[in-house]
């Protein structure tokens, strides 16, 4: 059964980009802090002056089993787990500002982008870019081309209106051991009372990222 | 050397209270889920009707040695940690809707009380409270009386400020699975930049409670 999962790196204060977002500055003032993890070390991703690639002197990121035991290998292995997923789902305002992943997130799999308007001409030609504007429909449609892989949910917008609707079945939170002290946060407006989680696994990855994973209990 | 360590309960999205905090309702409505672990199990510490109490079925929290491995032990292990400081600091709004610990946090340590009012006439009697109004005058005094033990902060307030002056050694989260949505946050008005952590233990404790130890980078 496919979920949808929400992997995000967030600092020990509770934010996922720094101030002064615009744009051409999505991530914030400072913001790269969070993401160094995902690029440093043997995590199969490095960056160019393009944004993220797949690190091709190192392939066994296609080789998930290899990578059990050690810190470095952890943070490979949740690399692992969000580049093996099956769709993804994200909103508008993470998904233009990383200039629509070249319209390919990983491996080519369907991407869902809820949004109010319609996708802009610089979207219509990536076949695997969807614009969609109810939730519900992203999700359904998202687990539906995901078959028994999971549903990578990435953006703290779209994580705030999935929790709230019920349409969010895992969390996967990168804790990066930084205070920000201002930003944008992951959690708010969440517009419900308290909610469970049950923790599935904690791994303790390089650079001080603690991945914890949660399961929302209905 | 003594440290001040930070020892806190937080929801996954960063509330240590409820909401509707009142001096009646000192956690906030549903606060009391933070703090489950803390008498649930084989902790050391239970409830009745007047507030914690030493367990006095169960003296092995004077044995810190014994608690090693397992859940539960890993939840004993963190309260032996805190009930072992040699001086307490707290805020007044920390201190006084907790009916002021009757005096004692434990085993008669010093209490020092961020405060720019004198103390109100219950607390008169109680040798081992102090108020004052000088944070830095607090960590000192507080350090002194400690010797070599570490000084147990607590509270929201005091948190932010301590870590805005460079005064907070360590950090303790007690991390509770459960989002709040609403409430008092404990990172809040740092108004500090980015501040480096330094990961250095993280224990999976009962009740799904993930212990997250960190140094505050100079």
């Known amino acids: 059964m496919s979920s949808t999962v929400l992997y995000m790196s967030m600092s020990l204060d509770g ?13 914030g003032d400072g913001g790269e802090r969070l993401h160094e993890w995902v690029f440093s070390g043997d995590t199969g991703l490095a960056l160019d002056e393009t944004g993220p690639v797949l690190d091709a002197e190192d392939r066994s990121a296609d080789h998930p089993e290899a990578a059990v035991g050690g810190h470095l290998r952890v943070n490979r292995q949740i690399v692992n787990e969000f580049m093996s997923t099956g769709a993804v789902i994200a909103g508008r305002a993470t998904f233009e500002p990383a200039g629509g992943w070249r319209g390919d997130h990983h491996d080519g799999v369907p991407i869902y982008i809820l949004s109010r308007h319609a996708a802009p001409a610089w979207v219509a030609d990536w076949p695997a870019v969807h614009y969609v504007s109810d939730l519900e429909v992203a ?80």
């Open 15 to 27: 934010f996922i980009a720094g101030p002064n977002e615009t744009l051409d500055n999505g991530l």
């Open 139 to 218: 999700v359904r449609d998202a687990k539906r081309a995901a078959g028994e892989k999971n549903v990578l949910v990435h953006g703290a917008g779209i994580a705030q209106r999935a929790l709230g609707a019920g349409l969010l079945d895992e969390l996967e939170i990168h804790l990066v051991p930084v205070l920000f002290g201002d930003g944008r946060r992951l959690f708010e407006h969440l517009g419900v009372g308290q909610r469970e989680l049950e923790r599935v696994r904690v791994l303790e990855g390089d650079g001080g990222v603690t991945h914890l994973r949660y399961r929302v209990c209905r």
